[in-house]
């Protein structure tokens, strides 16, 4: 039996923790997070002993090693503290991304894991989704020919924005991340990925365009809950969480989405309840327009890899939909991906057009499929029965995307500058 240890119990630790819980070869032995609530959601469900749940994470690694690996899904800048401690204690990890927000922390747990020979997995749960593991077989497969150019965009629901770069978790870069790491590591790893290169050199551009106090409709109130304008803006608090109103392009089910964030009832009155009264919960009902958010709304990356394929990335806000499109251009067809569909459209050149048919579960149930494929890998790493189509996302691997976003970011800051990778620090010998 596989023995996990899981420290941070929001969003993404529930949800990897529920997919490990629902194995028979799988027993969760210790858990960790700051609030008792959490713990109180899980501990059942998971079968965690009682004197294995912790909300204080310094009892929780006097433990010792507990098991085999250790799930870690705190915020951003805790990943190296946590990383590292349990890296010392003997754990393998399965990760969340970001490594780090800072490029020498991430070389330093890449270092540490590989001189002492534990295995790490970052959480990119792209490559572990059936449809981007097909999109990188038709790429590998040779009938595209040269891959020349990539265009690829990540676009973010307007709703989606606002609950984490705007009200929520990832609104400041000095507490979390900048934007272009926290959401587009994962494309910037598909990239390298997809080309099997690095990148030589790029520019970036990008900043807070919209939601900002300049953008604030005269007469509007910092708190949704006592806006004159609550009946008809869209990024009104009832609206997004509790279904108000039909979102067009959203559908009717997704409404609680994102209040686990700061609500571990579904209930719409605990929810309601917790947005006017709770402290930290009603930071979620401010105004878009008055809030202390600093991460950029749009973003593009110019990048040029040492392979010569040229790739333009963009990231925004303005959305009605989460998807990410694709564009592959290479010297005997073309591959087009959207990903909110199951198709992807192949058209070679002289050949009649093709569409792949990729069934997969809808992002927000759990990135395509790669929240439960990425369980299944840890699993295939601890048991060293890896499944020769998976494609693990090693921490090495991550270390590149990371590299690409800081350079971005550098870029960015420096007006659009060329940053020639050799200026952002690789991992050490
Ligand atoms: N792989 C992906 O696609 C993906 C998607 C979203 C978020 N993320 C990343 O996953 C991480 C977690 O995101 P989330 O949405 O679950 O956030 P979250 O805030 O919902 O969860 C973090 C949890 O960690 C707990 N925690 C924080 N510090 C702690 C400590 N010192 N001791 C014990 N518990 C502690 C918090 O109480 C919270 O429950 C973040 O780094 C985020 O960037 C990854």
């Known amino acids: 039996m596989l023995k996990i240890a899981v420290l941070g119990l929001g969003s993404r630790g529930k949800n990897y923790g529920t997919h490990f819980a629902k194995r028979s070869d799988v027993q969760i032995t210790a858990v960790c997070d700051k609030y008792q609530s959490k713990i109180d959601k899980i501990k059942k469900l998971w079968n965690v002993p009682e004197d294995k749940c912790f909300t204080d994470e310094d009892k929780f690694f006097a433990l010792g090693k507990v098991a085999d ?197 579904s209930k719409k009155k605990d929810i309601l309840n917790a947005l006017k009264n709770d402290e930290r919960a009603s930071q979620w009902a401010r105004c878009v327009f008055a809030c202390d958010n600093n991460v950029v709304d749009c973003q593009t990356v110019n990048m040029l890899m040492e392979n010569g394929t040229k790739i333009v990335l963009t990231a925004n806000a303005f959305n009605e939909q989460d998807y990410r499109h694709t564009e592959i251009r290479g010297s005997k067809g073309v591959l087009i991906a959207d990903d909110r569909g199951s198709i992807i459209r192949l058209n070679l050149f002289g050949q009649k057009p093709k569409k792949i048919i990729v069934n997969i579960i809808p992002v927000i149930k759990g990135h395509y499929g790669g929240d439960e494929g990425i369980v299944k890998a840890t699993v295939g790493m601890l048991t060293d029965n890896h499944d020769p189509d998976m494609q693990y996302t090693w921490i090495k691997d991550t270390i590149e995307s990371h590299r690409i976003v800081q350079a971005a970011e550098l870029s960015r800051h420096e007006g659009g500058r060329t940053v020639d990778m050799s200026e952002i620090p690789d991992i050490r010998k």
């Not at 349990?86 to 393998?92: F, P, Q, R, V």
């Not at 676009?155 to 934007?179: L, Q």
Request: net charge positive; proline share 3%; aromatic share 12%.
């Open 69 to 265: 690996c250790m799930l870690i899904a705190t915020q951003d800048r805790d990943h190296y503290k946590h990383a590292m401690k349990a890296l010392k204690l003997g754990y393998d990890l399965l990760l969340e991304k970001p490594l780090s927000p800072d490029i020498e922390e991430c070389l330093d747990i890449e270092e540490y894991a590989r001189k002492n020979g534990r295995r790490v997995l970052v959480c990119h749960v792209l490559r572990y989704a059936n449809y981007y593991r097909k999109i990188q077989q038709i790429i590998q497969s040779g009938v595209l020919g040269e891959i020349e150019l990539i265009k690829h965009d990540e676009n973010i629901s307007y709703w989606h924005f606002c609950h984490s770069y705007v009200r929520g978790n990832w609104r400041k870069e000095e507490e979390t991340a900048p934007m272009l790491l926290a959401k587009c590591c994962h494309d910037m790893d598909l990239m390298y990925w997809f080309t099997g290169s690095k990148c030589k050199s790029l520019n970036s551009y990008g900043d807070l365009t919209y939601f900002n106090a300049q953008h604030k409709p005269e007469g509007a109130k910092d708190n949704c809950f006592d806006c004159p304008h609550r009946m008809t803006c869209n990024f009104e608090v009832e609206h997004q969480y509790l279904g108000r109103k039909k979102l067009i392009g959203r559908g009717k089910k997704k409404f609680l989405w994102g209040t686990y964030a700061f609500c571990t009832s």
